[in-house]
């Protein structure tokens, strides 16, 4: 009886070793591979979906109803499951979110190609454009310069871009309907209201040549201007937001805090 029970206790082991050494040789090379990878940019204002000419009430009994929402993203970077970083190529890694674009579902699509294979744990972006490439001055731009003057996402070159744009009217118990018009960016190198933001994925987001994975990212456009941190008044200065030092940067921290990854799908 010993004899048998050793027997089968070798036998497991060996098979267990079997098992383990299948494994370690199955593991997935993904050396040299790339494959697409989308970011699904969905704005909305609470729990509702955002729509063009919808009043929405802020905490402080004022209302707003926007005609315009734009806003930049920029440097665009992927972590994944051994801490290894993936930026997207510099030249392309800059876009407009623009909620006129948004297909039925409501949502902007960004398709990146040729992002590394990996199992990505986390996304990083910027909002807005950062010094170094703005340093980089006009020329350095590229076709991006031309395409965010024509999308109305610049004052002049030496004041920068604008790095959203949300214009509508607003109301409150004694006013009805006044212009509304939140530009906030930089001000050339005097004032750098550019912001990064990283966000953890819920279940990794694996490219492959043959998955493209889609990462949808939720944008709570109320939190502009009712932060878990910082509530604004349009009455006090917050209706007429374009290169004030105090105003512009307000807005900008309370942009990096609108973004939530909702779910991946690997498909």
Not at 117 to 133: L, P, W
Not at 248 to 255: E, H, L, P
Request: a negative charge.
């Amino acid at each position: 009886m010993k004899f048998i029970k050793l027997t089968f206790a070798i036998m497991l082991s060996l098979t267990i070793l079997s098992c383990t050494s299948d494994d370690d040789s199955n593991t997935e090379d993904l050396t040299g591979q790339t494959g697409n990878l989308v970011l699904k940019f969905d704005n909305g204002v609470g729990d509702q979906d955002f729509i063009f000419g919808t009043t929405y009430n802020k905490s402080n009994g004022e209302s707003y109803s926007l005609t315009t929402l734009k806003y930049l993203i920029s440097n665009v970077r992927f972590t994944d499951e051994n801490g290894n970083e993936f930026m997207f190529p510099h030249d392309d890694n800059v876009f407009i979110i623009d909620e006129a674009t948004a297909n039925n579902a409501g949502e902007i699509w960004l398709t990146l190609n040729n992002v590394d294979a990996a199992n990505y744990t986390s996304v990083t972006f910027g909002i807005g454009i950062d010094q170094e490439r703005y340093a980089l001055g006009a020329e350095g731009q590229g076709d991006f310069l031309t395409e965010a003057a024509d999308a109305g996402m610049m004052w002049s070159w030496a004041t920068g871009f604008r790095f959203t744009r949300f214009d509508g009217t607003y109301s409150s118990a004694t006013i009805t309907d006044e212009a509304l018009n939140i530009h906030m960016g930089s001000v050339g190198t005097s004032l750098d209201n550019y912001r990064e933001v990283t966000l953890s994925l819920p279940n990794n987001a694996r490219v492959r040549q043959t998955t493209t994975p889609e990462v949808h990212i939720k944008a709570d456009i109320a939190k502009v201007f009712d932060s878990d941190t910082t509530s604004i008044n349009f009455a006090d200065g917050y209706s007429q937001v374009h290169t004030n030092t105090e105003t512009t940067t307000v807005i900008a921290n309370n942009m990096s805090t609108i973004f939530t990854v909702h779910h991946v799908h690997n498909e």
